[in-house]
């Protein structure tokens, strides 16, 4: 019942608030990894990435970890996120065939980029999904872009997966399903 206000004021619904451990978040978790399961590998099918080694993914970009562990049979993955999100890591992991002997470790952090610690860097690839829309007015986004590129290794990729809305119209109906 809040969506509709909330286009208009760009206030989260707190059932959709991925912060907030009494939201949807598993329901929202199992569509944006159902969709980049299919969406990662056609990225990965017309990129050149340098050799990957070592890869840092949060909870909604599990499916494309595996995607990129299957591309570089040598790489290994870390995943942080959020706790509630990072305990549906295992679960997702399992689903998408991640094997547990390729990851270096999954990691709980509170959100806020300048203050987590992501791993063990370098990384040479990090992938970074839906962090430009969160609170836009404490420009969160570019903090985790800038704590990306700290934690990238020389010649490393980031890639920020985002959904791209225009001011003007109404949001395609492919675009706002994803």
């Keep these: 019942a809040e969506l509709p206000a909330s286009m208009k004021t ?41 050799p990957i080694r070592s890869i840092l993914v ?13 591309r570089f049979p040598d790489s290994r993955v870390t995943y942080g996120c959020l706790p509630h ?8 992991c399992e689903l998408y065939r991640v094997p547990r002997k390729r990851i270096d470790g999954v990691h709980s952090h509170g959100g806020e980029p300048e203050q987590d610690r992501w791993g063990e860097p370098p990384f040479d690839l990090v992938f970074l999904t ?29 890639i920020l997966w985002e959904t791209v809305h225009t001011d003007r119209g109404p949001t395609p109906l492919p675009r706002a399903m994803e």
């Excluded at 707190?14 to 299919?38: H, K, M």
């Excluded at 990662?40 to 017309?46: F, I, P, W, Y």
């Excluded at 999100?85 to 997702?92: D, K, Q, T, Y």
């Excluded at 839906?130 to 990729?157: D, H, S, Y």
């Design 10 to 50: 760009g206030a989260v619904p707190r059932a959709l608030d991925v912060f907030s451990e009494s939201g949807r978040y598993r329901a929202f978790l199992g569509a944006v990894n159902a969709y980049l399961r299919w969406a990662g590998r056609d990225l990965l099918s017309r990129v050149a990435l340098p």
């Design 58 to 70: 949060g909870s909604m970009g599990v499916s494309f970890s595996a995607a990129v562990l299957d």
């Design 85 to 92: 999100l990072a305990r549906e890591i295992p679960a997702l």
């Design 130 to 158: 839906k962090k430009m829309i969160l609170e836009p007015e404490a420009q969160l986004g570019l903090r985790f872009a800038r704590k990306a590129f700290e934690v990238l290794a020389p010649g490393g990729v980031t």
